[in-house]
């Protein structure tokens, strides 16, 4: 299993930024795929942006969102800038071995989840 730990969540203004990051540890010799996910009260998850076989970002955070890994430090990035209310949500790191991302479909793919970091952006 891999563990996940993120930081760096808080309460900002509208237009300022975050960075959170995610160490990660355990058995992460076969992690093939990492993101970020967020949901926020009575939303669905949905996946913010993701690090892999490609980069990947939702609609919604592309040109405004970063994401990186320094896998010296074992360390997920995600830098958010310009920050909207919209963004306000429980942010979530995850990461998905190689073989459960060939055998699921959808967030089922990725089967290792931090605790969550909340964005509070007014």
């Known amino acids: 299993d891999v563990q996940l730990v993120e930081s760096g969540g808080g309460s900002v203004q509208a237009g300022e930024s975050l960075r959170l990051s995610c160490a990660y540890s355990?058995?992460?010799?076969?992690?093939?795929?990492m993101a970020w996910f967020r949901q926020a009260p009575g939303k669905e998850r949905e996946e913010v942006a993701s690090i892999g076989n490609d980069i990947a970002y939702a609609d919604s955070v592309k040109g405004r969102f970063t994401i990186s890994k320094d896998s010296d430090k074992k360390i997920l990035y995600l830098q958010m800038n310009d920050l909207k209310p919209a963004d306000t949500a429980m942010y979530y790191c995850?990461?998905?071995?190689?073989?459960?991302?060939?055998?699921?479909?959808?967030?089922?793919?990725?089967?290792?989840w931090g605790q969550g970091t909340q964005v509070t952006v007014s």
């Open positions: 995850a990461a998905a071995s190689l073989g459960t991302w060939l055998g699921k479909t959808g967030d089922d793919r990725y089967d290792n």
């Open positions: 355990g058995y992460t010799f076969k992690m093939y795929s």
